[in-house]
């Protein structure tokens, strides 16, 4: 990794203030979670009553986030007793103006069932993984293969969409020089899987389709300002703490790789975010709070055993999470739009 850059100075100061923690992993786990929603996020023709009615799927996406599926509407409560209201499942308070503190007031929210992926990179549109629910080293090392290989056409789709919106020539050709790294990834992650005798998960994604500047600022946001800067993180302690010499030497690779990579997804969105209006502005800052929301919600679950967290150089749920909130000091909340200004 090139110290010298910005990025990697901030991965370097965020890395150096993590406590001594045990190692861990993110999982690739279900789990449920409920989310307060305001009046006016209840799907139409629901807000009768809204516990009775089905939701589509694509309302689940948009209430729970793209990873949420199976969801309903139910009824909860403010303060403490909230988490009675739902019983055993987690509560997280997604609207602030959903639930106040004092006396307790009917307030609706959405259950999801939300399945945990293991952090990757930026993803292609409708990228869409199967299941995993072996949880080894073997596992982890197919699961990142499938995630490496996803990130050559969804690169392939940065590339296509800047050169349609006249975007400079430079961050084209780097958008098409992530696609040769992202490919030798996949290779290297693949070649450690088989090791492990494990098979790489397959993957869809949906045809490739022009975007709105807008509409490429937002995924760039997530899938690069957000996901992709946080993987290249963990990729950088990956390649310091990993004892399994292999798995250590191929994330050094991936983790200079990945910095790069995060460090075009930041120009992608100077260049972007500085031709877009306020509203639009706003929209694109709000989709990378829910992404950060998300990435929160994967990396607070514990999975693998200590052995295997050693051999990966993965850090457990606390120090994956204290790393995801400095990052998000550093980069995402110091201003409204700090990463069109650094």
């Not at 961050?171 to 693949?190: G, P, Q, T, W, Y």
Request: hydrophobic share 40%; glycine share 4%.
């Amino acid at each position: 990794m090139d110290s010298t850059s910005p990025l990697a100075s901030i991965f370097r100061s965020i890395l150096a203030a993590l406590p001594a923690l045990s190692l861990s992993a993110c999982s690739c786990s279900e789990s449920r979670v409920v989310v307060a929603i305001s009046q006016s996020q209840i799907p139409p023709n629901a807000s009768s009553s809204p516990t009775s009615r089905e939701l589509t799927g694509e309302e689940c996406r948009n209430l729970c986030g793209g990873s949420g599926r199976d969801c309903r509407i139910v009824e909860i409560c403010t303060g403490v007793s909230a988490a009675r209201c739902v019983n055993t499942v987690e509560f997280t308070q997604a609207d602030a103006g959903a639930l106040e503190a004092g006396a307790p007031m009917r307030v609706w929210g959405v259950e999801c069932t939300v399945s945990h992926q293991c952090i990757g990179g930026r993803r292609p549109d409708g990228f869409e993984i199967d299941p995993c629910e072996e949880r080894s080293v073997g596992a982890y090392l197919a699961r990142q293969a499938a995630l490496e290989a996803a990130s050559m056409p969804a690169f392939e789709q940065l590339a296509q969409r800047l050169a349609a919106l006249d975007a400079p020539p430079q961050l084209v050709e780097r958008s098409l020089d992530a696609v040769v790294d992202e490919f030798a990834h996949s290779v290297a992650m693949k070649s450690l899987a088989a090791r492990e005798r494990a098979e790489v998960p397959s993957y869809s994604q949906r045809p490739h389709a022009e975007q709105s500047l807008e509409e490429l600022a937002t995924d760039n946001a997530v899938e690069g300002c957000v996901r992709e800067t946080f993987a290249a993180l963990l990729a950088v302690h990956q390649s310091e703490h990993g004892t399994d010499p292999s798995i250590r030497e191929a994330f050094r690779s991936i983790a200079a790789d990945e910095t790069r990579h995060a460090e075009l997804s930041r120009d992608v969105h100077r260049w972007a975010i500085a031709q877009l209006g306020h509203d639009e502005r706003a929209r694109v800052e709000a989709a990378m709070r829910v992404a950060i929301d998300e990435l929160r919600r994967e990396c607070a679950q514990p999975a693998l055993t200590q052995r295997d967290r050693l051999r990966l150089g993965l850090p457990d749920e606390r120090a994956m999470l204290a790393m995801l909130a400095q990052l998000d000091r550093a980069l995402w909340s110091c201003s409204g739009f700090a990463l069109a200004r650094a």
